[in-house]
């Protein structure tokens, strides 16, 4: 009655799911972002360093920081691919159906050995039963 609080202000554990969900995918924008940030800078350096310092020009690798550059560039497109694509395929929609498939798949195992449990100690009872006291005549 008096009470600050009201029901309607807790929130549910769908919108809780709801939010956790929202806050995990902006994470992993978050940080495909700070990959490509740092991808940039890097290559940056990494031709900096070549052309500039010349640090590198003894390598076996002519070029080297091409290779490097393409290699994680490489990384980072599949950091994209991660985040974009394949999460849709295999984001928490399908991690709820594997884990669902997985539970009716337990509990369908657990049917069958209950099942041949009660089958084998049906046969125990059946062998353990004393013969009718009629039946010896």
């Given amino acids: 009655m008096f009470s600050n609080h009201k029901k309607s202000d807790r929130i549910d554990s769908a919108q809780r799911e709801q939010y956790d969900y929202a806050r995990q995918r902006m994470k992993q924008k978050k940080r495909l972002m700070q990959h490509f ?78 099942q041949k449990i009660a089958g084998s100690s049906d046969t125990q009872k059946e062998k353990n039963i004393p013969p009718h006291p009629s039946q010896d005549q």
């Fill in 37 to 114: 940030i740092v991808f940039l800078a890097g290559s940056i350096l990494l031709v900096i360093m070549n052309g500039v310092l010349g640090i590198g020009k003894d390598f076996f690798i002519k070029n080297w920081f091409t290779w490097v550059i393409l290699i994680w560039a490489l990384l980072l497109l599949i950091h994209f691919l991660n985040v974009y694509i394949l999460y849709k395929f295999m984001g928490k929609e399908w991690e709820d159906r594997q884990i669902e498939q997985l539970k009716a798949k337990q509990e369908k195992r657990i049917e069958e050995l209950e």
